[in-house]
């Protein structure tokens, strides 16, 4: 583990292993901490400012983000960033709650459709949400490290070949939809007109398309809809008809897509605010990371891209997690008997607890995922594995306020021959993990 320094005016300076001399210098005033995890001190006094190359990896990703920051020998940082992936399932729920809103008797409001205009470079807000954040990590890394390069790996692929592996030539501009007027008319074509869950037995002629998964998270994409006449249709929405095993929603592309739109987004906003940036490619890093016999993780494919897989590491690596910053949804979906809303919104604070705070409970590091009236809490781990419900608030201790990313430290040991207890640092007391090869 190492402390990382600040200068008195808010330079980087190169991290420090000198526990003991930090001590004292907290003691005497000369540095003050800035955050405790990592571990971060700011110097009060003017310092001389010299600082070695660093370079840092960046391992792009939609649903996490690797990080390492290393040297020619020795590794400074390494992270790992679970991004938020619950952005369409929010935005699906808003909308569902204003359509029904306009349904009631509210006061006039005058159309806006019409001036509505997107800007040149628009993003969906569910991929603008995670290149914010993929910037927001490198970013925060800035201001702990004196980073001189960054390398990014991107990655570019070919949706309608995975789709199709034989296309080629004037295929690629006549997609599964060509000549069909909307997608309603192609899913009907496709399955030849016929309910694909009794295939004519119930004799009912109306066709109707059913969405496989929910229309709020699947959306309407073909590979979501399946062909069932009325019968059927009505028949699964009471609960009194099954669909087949066989009939599944289509392979999603998701991730595919956003990493083709973020490549060259993230790219050329990095360029924008940091001189020496570059880019690199998967199947570099593959063979990187094979050459050198590293186990296959974010934190390692980013040494990798930094140029340093060599550059030694003491085990820390930091896990984040994105959390969302605020609900904005002030009352519950359904209301009680009396036409009575209950409000959604627990207060900011119950009993000096937070929402997503740091505690530590039992010499664990938890997280607060929910808090009730009475003092009791509700605790995970960074992976948001239940940890313990009903806990009382008296039982445990207060680590840090939440913000808009909860992080925890944790020691890496890769292939242990015996098994050891689990240590705890002197800092923040996390848990020691094993890494297998």
């Not at 003017?46 to 690797?66: F, I, K, N, W, Y």
């Not at 910053?325 to 009575?340: D, E």
């Not at 009382?392 to 939440?402: D, F, I």
Request: proline residues 4%; charged residues 30%.
């Amino acid at each position: 583990m190492s402390v990382y320094v600040i200068s008195k005016d808010g330079q980087p300076l190169m991290p420090t292993e000198r526990f003991g001399k930090v001590r004292r210098m907290l003691r005497s005033g000369e540095a003050i901490v800035v955050k405790r995890c990592p571990f971060t001190i700011q110097l009060t006094y003017e310092t001389e400012t010299h600082t070695q190359p660093v370079t840092l990896g960046v391992d792009a990703g939609s649903r996490h983000v690797g990080l390492s920051a290393a040297t020619e020998d020795k590794v400074l940082f390494e992270a790992e960033v679970e991004l938020r992936s619950d952005i369409v399932e929010k935005l699906a729920s808003r909308r569902a709650a204003r359509r029904a809103r306009r349904n009631r008797k509210t006061r006039y409001r005058k159309a806006r459709f019409s001036n509505r205009k997107k800007e040149k470079g628009w993003l969906a807000p569910s991929v603008r949400q995670k290149i914010d954040c993929h910037l927001q990590v490198i970013e925060n890394v800035n201001k702990i490290l004196p980073i001189t390069n960054i390398v990014v790996e991107v990655a570019s692929f070919d949706m309608q070949k995975i789709k199709n592996p034989d296309i080629h030539g004037i295929e690629y501009q006549q997609g599964e939809q060509f000549g069909f007027w909307n997608v309603r008319e192609y899913v009907l074509f496709r399955d030849n007109h016929e309910c694909q869950c009794c295939h004519g037995k119930s004799k009912d002629k109306i066709l109707n398309v059913h969405h496989i998964e929910s229309r709020k998270t699947g959306g309407n994409a073909p590979n979501n809809l399946i062909t069932l006449c009325e019968t059927c249709h009505k028949g699964y929405h009471k609960g009194t008809v099954k669909l087949p095993e066989k009939i599944k929603r289509g392979k999603k592309l998701n991730d595919t897509t956003f990493m083709g739109i973020m490549r060259k987004t993230l790219y050329n906003r990095l360029k924008e605010t940091y001189p020496n940036v570059s880019q690199t490619y998967g199947y570099i890093t593959k063979n990187t990371r094979i050459e050198n016999g590293l186990p296959k993780e974010h934190h390692i494919d980013a040494r990798c891209i930094s140029g340093h897989p060599k550059a030694v590491s003491d085990g820390t690596v930091y896990y984040f997690r994105k959390v969302r910053c605020h609900n904005r949804q002030l009352h519950k979906f359904n209301p009680s008997k009396g036409g009575k809303r209950k409000a959604n919104q627990a207060p900011f604070e119950i009993n000096g607890f937070r929402l997503f705070d740091k505690v530590l409970y039992e010499d664990q590091i938890c997280f607060v995922s929910a808090r009730k009236s009475d003092g009791r809490l509700c605790l995970r781990d960074i992976d948001w594995s239940l940890v313990k419900t009903d806990v009382n608030h008296r039982k445990v201790k207060l680590v840090s306020h939440g913000r808009n990313y909860i992080v925890k430290e944790v020691k890496v040991i890769p292939c242990p021959e015996k098994p050891i207890r689990p240590l705890f640092n002197i800092y923040s007391m996390q848990n020691v993990t094993y890494l297998s090869p």
